[in-house]
């Protein structure tokens, strides 16, 4: 075991209050692809197609892409041993609670509970004339844009879109955590998207020690990160739970 990995096993294990903040690299080994870098999203859509305003202007081509990039093919992704990992040290007290970009509710199936979603989820939708809900798995999805059934007004994912405020719920339970944090893991994330790429900041500048589990650097890598284990999620998290629970 590397002394990296010696060293984050140390922090969590001697930790009082352990955060996780992940992005969309935790799912990538689930077969959903990163927004940026290597076979990044964004090299083959444009992310104009979620921006607010964006998707109110143009709904059809809007959901086409939120169709191919989200319900489609990836929407059917299954958890892979990162999530499974992290609920695991949920269930043992070592880790508190998750923050995370990530839309796509991977954390919540592999069975964590304390998941805060920063951009939002793709599981309900509502209409965006008369305010009704709906869960994603009763909606036709080769109807786009899909419409409400009560009004034909057109659905949008309760994600947050570029130009859209973030759920008051998540970014002040989220600040909240960051506050409590004196270790926060740092999984799968660029660093590049505001206002959720505060948050290992926020925590840092609370006495947070920062582990970083990535396979290229990020902008926190030279900058805040205390411990860096370069490498794939579930690989870094396989390690790490055999230490932590032996
Ligand atoms: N394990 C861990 N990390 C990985 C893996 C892996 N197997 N594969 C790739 N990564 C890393 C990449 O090196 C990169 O740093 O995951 C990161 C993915 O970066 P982004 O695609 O920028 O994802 P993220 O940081 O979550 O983006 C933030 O941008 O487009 C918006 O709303 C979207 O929530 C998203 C936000």
């Not at 949008?156 to 955590?177: R, T, Y």
Request: aromatic letters at 8%.
């Amino acid at each position: 075991m590397s002394t990296e990995l010696k060293k984050a096993a140390k922090l969590l294990r001697d930790s009082k209050y352990t955060i996780v903040f992940t992005g969309a690299g935790i799912s990538v080994e689930s077969g959903i692809p990163p927004f940026r870098g290597e076979g990044g999203l964004w090299d083959q859509y444009d992310p104009i197609v979620l921006d607010l305003n964006y998707f109110l202007q143009n709904p059809e081509s809007s959901w086409q892409a939120l169709g191919e990039l989200f319900y489609g093919p990836y929407g059917d992704a299954k958890p892979n041993e990162a999530h499974y990992a992290l609920a695991r040290l949920e269930k043992q007290g070592l880790i508190k609670s998750i923050i995370t970009q990530n839309i796509d509710n991977l954390h919540q199936e592999a069975g964590s509970q304390n998941v805060y979603e920063f951009h939002g989820t793709l599981q309900t939708l509502v209409c965006l004339d008369c305010g009704a809900k709906y869960l994603a798995k009763e909606i036709n999805f080769d109807k786009i844009p899909p419409r409400c059934s009560k009004d034909k007004g057109i659905l949008k994912p309760n994600v947050i879109l570029f130009g859209e405020a973030i759920p008051e719920e998540a970014a002040s339970q989220s600040a909240i955590e960051a506050m409590k944090a004196d270790v926060i893991l740092v999984i799968g994330t660029t660093g590049e998207v505001m206002p959720a790429c505060m948050i290992p900041y926020q925590a840092q500048e609370n006495g947070a020690t920062i582990i970083e589990i990535n396979p290229n650097k990020s902008n926190y890598t030279d900058s805040i990160t205390d411990v860096f284990l370069q490498g794939k999620a579930t690989e870094m998290m396989k390690v790490l739970e055999v230490d932590l629970l032996s």
